[in-house]
């Protein structure tokens, strides 16, 4: 059984967005406005070298351990093994995650991304916890966003917590994909980009999703002509995990 329940925020960390401050001092502050438990933190630092990612790690966990948050380390299962973090995640190019779970032990999480349903599937039957599926918005580096049919399809359709990823830096992006169906949302510019006080208001609507955060000022994730109906659509994940 995993140690953690999954909450339904992941905070994933890109120290080039925020060159002037340290990652400590971002997640410390991060996780002291939130609830304790409700978020988890991703280490995400491709260009880093060994040591310096093993040392930043190690620095990482007093401070997740202290607000009960875990913490993943980006496809690194050493690096996660030897600073006895929380888990990984796994990118869709990675080890496979039953290779990723023959190594680790029985309680880490695993966390796989997906761009599509088969490779989800695949993910979940070979041991996935969770599963990150995006991009939702275009993001700097993917300008083309999912469809609404296959977000809300995934998340319908797997036994395990589906994660909206991919621009989404407010709470009317948030509310809107956790409208669709998604368990909770993953953000790397939400955490080094936004204030507290935005990410505050994200976990709000991660927690209590609203149509009343639909706005017409803002682009719809998805063509406007679905918006109505899956305003009121809820697609009962809530009845299937449980949201710390």
């Given at each position: ?21 340290h ?8 996780l002291?406005?939130?609830?304790q ?11 880093m ?6 040392e ?17 380390i ?14 990984v ?6 080890i ?11 309680h880490?999480?695993i ?7 088969d490779t ?17 918005y ?31 830096m ?5 509310n ?29 609507v ?6 009343d ?7 719809s ?24």
């Open positions: 059984m995993n140690k953690f329940k999954i909450p339904s925020l992941c905070l994933i960390t890109h120290r080039h967005l925020t060159p002037s401050r990652i400590q001092d971002i997640i410390f502050d991060a002291s406005c939130l609830p438990g409700s978020a988890m933190v991703q280490l995400r630092e491709k260009d070298s060994d040591k310096a990612l093993y930043l790690a190690m620095s990482l966990m007093p401070i997740t351990r202290s607000f009960h948050t875990p913490l993943l980006n496809g690194r299962i050493d690096i996660a093994l030897a600073v006895q973090a929380d888990g995640h796994l990118p869709q190019d990675a496979p995650v039953n290779v990723a779970r023959q190594l680790m032990k029985d880490m999480l966390g796989a991304s997906s761009h599509d349903m989800a599937k695949h993910q979940v039957n070979q041991g996935a916890d969770f599963v990150f599926f995006g991009p939702i275009p993001t700097p580096t993917k300008t083309t966003p999912q469809s609404e049919k296959t977000l809300s399809k995934i998340a319908s359709t797997l036994p395990v917590p589906v994660f909206a990823v991919g621009g989404i407010n709470e009317i992006r948030a809107e994909a956790i409208s669709r169906g998604a368990y909770g949302i993953a953000a790397i510019r939400l955490l080094m980009s936004s204030s507290l006080d935005t990410l505050k208001k994200v976990h709000h991660i927690t209590n999703p609203s149509s955060y639909f706005r017409e000022d803002l682009p994730m998805y063509d406007s002509r679905h918006s109505r109906d899956h305003r009121r659509c809820s697609s009962g994940v809530e009845q299937r995990f449980r949201k710390p």
